[in-house]
Each structure stands twice: as C-alpha cells, then as structure tokens.
C-alpha cells in the first residue's frame, strides 16, 4: 500500500511561525509533525510515500529528501498553488497507483495510531459467500475520533461501519482515510477541490465506511495547540 501526506496548506492559523515554516515542519517533542507520521507509517510497512506541498515546499523536500533516512521512499507532487484536499489527491493520482491508499494531514499529531491496520479496509466485502455489488463496495474507509473543541457538533454519523450524513450522533473526521483511485475520477488534475464534500457525495451513496478512533489525536491548528503539546505535561505527547 501506498500512503499520500498532505503538506501543502498555508497553515494561516499557525502565522507567524508558517510565514517561515511549512506547517508540517513545525516540531512536536522536538521532532516534526510530518516525521512523526513517516516513522509510523515506515513502521507499519507502509514506505512508499507521496507528499504533496505549494507553500515553502523547497523546506520540506530539503528537510525530507528522498526519505531513505527514515526508511521511506519519499517522492513529491508539486503543486504551483495549493488545490485543496480532493485537489491534491487528484493531481498526485498518476503516482499513488490503481490500488486503495491511504492519505493523512500533514498537520495532525497521532503519535499512536497504528498503521498496520489501514491495509485491508478496503478489502471487497461478501455476504454468505456472495460478492458485495461493485456499484454499492465501500469507495473510501474513514478514521473518525471524538469531537475535538474547535469541531463539537462533528462530521460524520456511523452506523456499526457505515459512514452517513445524517444521524446522531456525530463523530469528527481525524483526517486519515483509505480511498480507491476510482473516488476522484472525475476531478480534472489541476483543478481545485475539497475532500469534505467528495465524500458526503459518497456517502449519500451509501459506499463510504469507516471506525472510530480514541487514541491520541490533535489537530494542531493554533499556536497554542502547539506549545500545550510541548509543554512539560502533556498528556499529547508522549
């Protein structure tokens, strides 16, 4: 399985540290957010990476390289201007491959989250022996968490593994998913669109699953997210 990590926001909130610093870059207990995400995935087995970046990319090819430092094979899509989640995805489709991958936010500290478990989500479902419809087979597996502060009424419902818009109650999108390629099929490469509404498309469709998630996740969004992690008692941050 390949993985995609989306580093090429602007991380207006974080200002003025990403005026110098790409979001990603930014450290949690001395490490970078992205690195932290590189270690766990090459952990898991997942070392074939994508990172897509716009603004201050040059930093993070120059921190990242080719990943071989981490274990990784590290190759880049380079965006002139940031496309947005769906976008990103999209255009960086020629290199992710025909088989379902996994993409995660740049910008999230989920220092636990095991990795291992993303690889067979997306596995075609069967009921008593009889193949699950291609038209109704899951097109994309969501990791939802707790409601954080700055999202309390959530995104998501979830009934046992179907994702759905409507229902109660709602659960936050943590930012890690496993897609099929065949999910953004219709966005022209290049062009600008978001993830959040691809997949209410979808799952208004019913083909969207998913499974909570209640380990440590923050998605670092503020300056003062940021030092509360690196505070000496975190409980964040191991």
């Known amino acids: 399985m390949k993985a995609m990590i989306l580093a090429a926001g602007r ?9 110098t610093c790409p979001k990603p870059l930014l450290k949690v207990r001395g490490r970078p957010l992205i690195v932290w995400h590189i270690l766990n995935l090459v952990r ?22 080719d ?17 947005e989640t769906a976008g990103g995805i999209a255009y960086a489709l020629h290199l992710l491959g025909d088989e379902p991958f996994l993409v995660l936010s740049g910008d999230i ?7 291992e478990q993303v690889k067979d989500v997306l596995h075609d ?3 008593l022996g009889i193949p699950y419809p291609a038209d109704k087979r899951d097109v994309c597996w969501l990791y939802l968490t707790p409601n954080p502060f700055h999202n309390p009424n959530g995104d998501f419902a979830l009934n046992m593994y179907d994702v759905s818009n409507q229902g109660d109650p ?7 998913g496993v897609y099929r390629p065949d999910m953004f099929k219709d966005i022209t490469p290049g062009e600008s669109a978001k993830l959040g509404l691809l997949m209410r498309a979808w799952a208004d ?3 969207v699953g ?26 964040a941050a191991p």
């Open 210 to 235: 998913g499974e909570i998630y209640e380990g440590p996740w923050v998605n670092v969004g503020t300056v003062q997210q940021l030092e509360e992690l690196n505070a000496p008692l975190s409980k």
């Open 44 to 65: 898991a087995g997942i070392t074939d990476i994508v990172i897509n970046h716009a603004h201050l990319g040059h930093m993070l090819e120059e921190a990242i390289g």
């Open 11 to 19: 991380g207006e909130r974080m200002r003025p540290l990403t005026d």
């Open 170 to 176: 709602k659960w936050n999108f943590s930012n890690i």
């Open 67 to 83: 990943g071989s430092q981490y274990g990784a094979k590290v190759v880049w899509s380079r965006e002139d201007k940031a496309l």
């Open 125 to 127: 479902k069967d009921v």
């Open 109 to 115: 500290y989920c220092p636990y989250f095991d990795f």
């Open 205 to 207: 469709k019913g083909q």
